[in-house]
């Protein structure tokens, strides 16, 4: 198997625990206690989130930006059930061990039976692409202005440009160090609960020492690395640049709101990015699930999802 020369990007399973576990102890975890924060900005105009922060490529917390959208004012996990109790969704999609269907009614169920508690092992529906399943909740979540620069509106069409997802878990979830797909920026919305992130430029490297282990010490003494962390609360925006790596711990029960945005520059890598995984998954299949086993089963429901949207069937070679 290619051992990727930037642990980082290692995405098999001993991989990922090696490099979750630095979060818990050793010179990363010692090192993020003291990180810096991510800037956090007040009341700043889309131009000025254009000047100061998209242009320059420079991560953000946008303090109390939607802070009056129905979402943040009426959300909760059983206000959900009751509008959608009945679709089935995918919990602990990212951990091919825990993954499983249930309705959100019982997922709901599965979140207020353990309010208060620390769960041994916290529930989390990851990436939700709610539009799909409970168009509904859309009516709850108005468009941003700052995101008006999303490419994929042209690309796609406003069907799969809006393709949102919601990020709703219970306390201790965590979602692993990682970069977007497809050259996108993240812009993350908090609507219900904290979370903390903790970030590094697409700059970093994690390499071997010479004894075989993973140097840590070298990544967090880097100053290419970057490393910086924020708590996000209800009412406030983050948005990342593309390829900004993050790891996401949820420090209270939590429903936040994924809103990626394609920067025209990067059009080219998008294409190329997406081209690439299909191409992986269709012509190379055993390969992809051996090498990416936590990945594989939900890059291809993003496919699936992604060919609905667009309108896209399956069943035929040609329409
Ligand atoms: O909130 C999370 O757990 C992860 C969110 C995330 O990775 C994203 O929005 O890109």
New binding site residues.
């Given amino acids: 198997m290619l051992r990727e020369a930037n642990a980082l990007k290692r995405f098999d399973k001993a991989g990922i625990a090696a490099l979750d576990a630095a979060f818990s102890s050793g010179p990363l975890a010692d090192a993020i206690d003291c990180a810096p924060e991510i800037p956090r900005r007040r009341g700043l105009s889309p131009q000025q989130f254009e000047q100061e922060h998209r242009r320059l490529q420079r991560p953000v917390l946008l303090e109390g930006m939607v802070g009056d959208w129905p979402a943040i004012r009426h959300w909760s996990f059983r206000h959900l059930a009751e509008r959608c109790g009945s679709t089935v969704v995918t919990v602990d999609g990212y951990n091919s061990e825990k993954a499983r269907e249930m309705t959100f009614a019982e997922f709901a169920a599965l979140l207020e039976a353990a309010e208060g508690k620390q769960p041994a092992s916290p529930v ?1 529906l ?2 939700w692409y709610y539009k799909t399943a409970a168009p509904a909740l859309a009516d709850d979540i108005p468009e941003l202005d700052i995101a008006q620069y999303d490419f994929r509106r042209n690309l796609y069409g406003e069907n799969i440009s809006t393709n949102h ?1 919601l ?1 709703i ?1 219970q306390r201790g ?3 692993i160090m ?1 970069q ?1 797909s497809y050259m996108v920026d ?3 919305v908090q609507i219900v609960g904290e ?1 903390r ?1 903790y970030v590094m430029s697409p700059a970093a490297q994690l390499h071997y020492r010479d004894d075989g282990e993973l140097d840590f010490e070298g990544l967090v003494r880097d100053p290419k690395t970057q490393l910086m962390q924020c708590t996000l609360k209800p009412g406030e925006v983050l948005y ?1 640049p593309a390829l900004w790596w ?1 790891r ?1 711990e ?1 420090l209270s029960d ?1 429903i ?1 709101l ?3 945005c394609l920067d025209e520059s990067n059009l080219q890598a998008h294409i190329r990015l997406r081209m690439a995984e299909l191409l992986s998954l269709a012509l190379n299949p055993d390969e992809v699930r051996e090498t990416h086993p936590e990945l594989f089963n939900v890059v291809m429901k993003r496919a699936r999802t992604w060919a609905k949207r667009m309108d896209i069937d399956l069943s035929k070679l040609r329409p």
Avoid: A
Wanted: hydrophobic share 30%; proline share 0%; no cysteine.
């Fill in positions: 989390y990851q990436e997802q990020w878990g979830g965590v979602t990682h977007d993240v812009m993350h979370k992130w990342l993050h996401v949820l939590s936040g994924g809103r990626k």
